[in-house]
């Protein structure tokens, strides 16, 4: 008997971990998503610096509540959710009902609003380049752009960093930055990285790399530059001003009957005291403040 709930155990740890939400969970992870006490948060990197810090703050008030935080992409925080092996997934759209090419859509969960996320293409602080076009952007990120002399800047070749299908941050910057064109996935020159972290360390490390980000990541210390778009900087307080397009709204997704303990959280995200501070000091925009 001993033996077959040995066995038991071993495939449903084995089944969740294959799934692959996130690189960081554990046995204990896995169980606790199906505990009403315990809060598992799975899915955007974009979105995770505002959910690591919305756990720190919320376990200071809630400590009998456990809360876990990872991220790997978008689309696997739905998909964690719908498979049991998280209770919030954390997504840079509305995987419940906006539709996305070549990706599912999660209608029997819900979506709550929690941020608007700006993003922008990035250079090390190293590189020259300030400022692209939404036709330079296009051209680089198809492969029609391949130096940056090209572009204003050294002659050398551009090494290009983007994200894996399902990754809202690459949703976003398809979407709002290349004006709907897809990313080229393939070439010498072009790799793919599987979070904002590793993105960031990418770029701040290649004084020839582009890539592309959410403002929360670049600091002062990051070794990133964040590129002008069309002239335009990318601020905080320019896409209030509807000055600069490339953001999104972040969401946290569960399903329909979600617990005290966790929807007890998804509030404190919304709340305002939330909202108008630590959220304001990411570099992330309250949602009330876009109408």
Known sequence: MKMMTKKLSIAVLTTALAFGASNTYTKDNVGAAIDKNRIVIA??????????????????????????????SSIAGPQAVK????????A??????????????????????????????????????????????????????????QVGGPDKKINVYTRSIGSGTRVNFEKKALKGEDIKDSGSNVEKVSSSGLMKSKVAGDDYGIGYIDLAYITPSSGLKALSYNGVKATVENVKAKKYPVWGYGYLITKSNVSEANMKFI?????????????????????????
Do not use: H
Not at 94 to 106: H, I, M, R
Not at 267 to 290: A, D, G, R, Y
């Open 43 to 72: 899915g955007s990197t974009a979105l995770l610096p505002l959910t690591n810090q919305a756990s720190k703050e919320f376990k200071k008030s809630n400590p009998k509540i456990k809360i876990s935080v990872s991220g790997s």
């Open 83 to 90: 498979k049991g092996s998280a209770t919030i997934g954390a």
């Open 92 to 149: 840079d759209w509305d995987a419940t009902s906006e539709k996305v090419t070549g990706l599912p859509t999660f209608s029997d969960l819900k979506a709550y609003k929690i941020a608007v996320i700006p993003f922008a293409a990035v250079v090390s602080k190293n590189n020259p380049v300030s400022d692209l076009s939404t036709s330079e952007l296009q051209d680089i990120y198809t492969g029609k752009i391949t130096n940056w002399k």
């Open 267 to 291: 509030k404190f995200m919304q709340s305002s005291k939330f909202q108008n501070k630590s959220l304001k000091s990411l570099k992330f925009i309250p949602v009330s403040e876009m109408k």
